[in-house]
C-alpha cells in the first residue's frame, strides 16, 4: 500500500473517531453515525490496501 493511500486511510480513521467522540460528547447521534460511517470508511479503505499489496507480492 503506497504511502500516500495509507494517510489518507488513517486521516479518514482519525478524522471519523474524532466526529464520533464529538457526537457523543454532545449527545448528537447523527454526529456520531457520521463520525462511525468515516472511520469504518476508512478501516475498509486500509484493509482494502493491505489486500491489494498482498495480491501484488
Do not use: S, W
Not at 489518507?8 to 464529538?22: I, S, T, V, Y
Amino acid at each position: 500500500m503506497p504511502g500516500q493511500e495509507k494517510a489518507k486511510a488513517k486521516a479518514e480513521q482519525l478524522k471519523g473517531k474524532a466526529k464520533e467522540a464529538a457526537g457523543r460528547i454532545v449527545d448528537d447521534e447523527r454526529l456520531t453515525a457520521e463520525g462511525r460511517a468515516e472511520r469504518i470508511r476508512g478501516d475498509i479503505r486500509e484493509t482494502g490496501g493491505k489486500t491489494k499489496d498482498t495480491l501484488e507480492t
